[in-house]
């Protein structure tokens, strides 16, 4: 059998993790990327009318108040990155929170992109924002961005080639990309966690991905801030956020209440699991004609 070849660096070396819902899970041996088998030649059209029941994705409302919860714990550190930026590009804007609280900056050019016909609509009404329906591959416009933000959004974005391509094209001189993204150990195992979201999820990054790709790219690493994912998996607000099933919305509401279960869990996580997975936030900046990545 022919070894899948990988989508960021066009080597077939690699190594058979596990399977879910029927695509396995690969580790790239160069570029350390994680991405399933087989690859869909045309992701983004899974993203337009998603089946939530099958592939267990939340719906619009829940979504909401995802984002919503999300945003409590991080917008601070995005609000930094953007402030005194001209305009703004939110790639996979969700249902546009994160574009209405930055409305704080007043003159700011507030642009999103969202596939998902739901969201986008609902998206539209809450940020008063201009939302675009077209993959950021395809994406045009006069605008020159200082800021594109992708949170949680690599992963489902089928070809780095087009992806970086088009933020390059995108952004100004000086601009800025700031990404939201979980890394990998190549440790991995399949119960660390619950569901993958495969094939939703396209591909993971290693602990390495992120310098290979900014080599190939021509980007540098501004800001690469690397944290346990224990800290994400049981933070009060994952748990106040309510998921698909209504008996595990109850177990977790009454867990998020009880004095210390929380940093008790996250404890036993990190023995049972060890630190093999990491929410990063990372910020890039291109690099311009003659200048060192360094």
Request: aromatic share 10%; with cysteine; hydrophobic share 40%.
């Amino acid at each position: 059998m022919t070894s899948p070849i990988c989508p960021l660096c066009k080597t077939n070396k690699n190594e058979y993790l596990f399977s879910v819902r029927n695509y396995d899970l690969v580790s790239c041996i160069k570029c350390e990327l994680f991405f399933i088998n087989p690859y869909p030649k045309d992701a983004h059209k899974h993203v337009l009318n998603y089946n939530y029941d099958k592939l267990e994705i939340l719906d619009v409302d829940k979504h909401c108040l995802a984002e919503i919860q999300f945003l409590k714990k991080y917008f601070n550190m995005i609000a930094q990155e953007v402030r005194g930026a001209k305009a703004v590009l939110d790639v996979g804007c969700g249902t546009g929170h994160l574009l209405e609280q930055l409305s704080i900056y007043s003159n700011m050019i507030r642009i999103g992109i969202e596939l998902n016909q739901e969201r986008a609509t609902v998206a539209r009404k809450i940020s008063g924002c201009k939302i675009y329906q077209v993959p950021i591959e395809e994406f045009s416009t006069n605008t020159k961005f200082d800021v594109i933000i992708l949170i949680n959004v690599l992963s489902h974005i089928p070809s780095f080639d087009k992806l970086f391509s088009k933020l390059r094209s995108n952004l100004q001189p000086n601009g800025k990309v700031i990404l939201k993204v979980g890394e990998n150990k190549r440790s991995i195992k399949k119960t660390d966690i619950f569901d993958w979201g495969i094939p939703d999820h396209l591909h993971f990054l290693g602990l390495n991905t992120i310098d290979f790709i900014c080599r190939k790219y021509n980007f540098k690493i501004c800001k690469h801030q690397r944290i346990p994912l224990r800290y994400d998996l049981f933070s009060p607000s994952r748990f106040k956020t309510p998921g698909r099933s209504k008996v595990r919305n109850v177990i977790k509401q009454l867990i998020v209440y009880t004095p210390f279960i929380l940093p008790m869990l996250a404890r036993i996580y990190d023995i049972v699991k060890g630190k093999r997975i990491y929410s990063s936030f990372i910020i890039l900046k291109p690099i311009s004609l003659g200048e060192s990545a360094a």
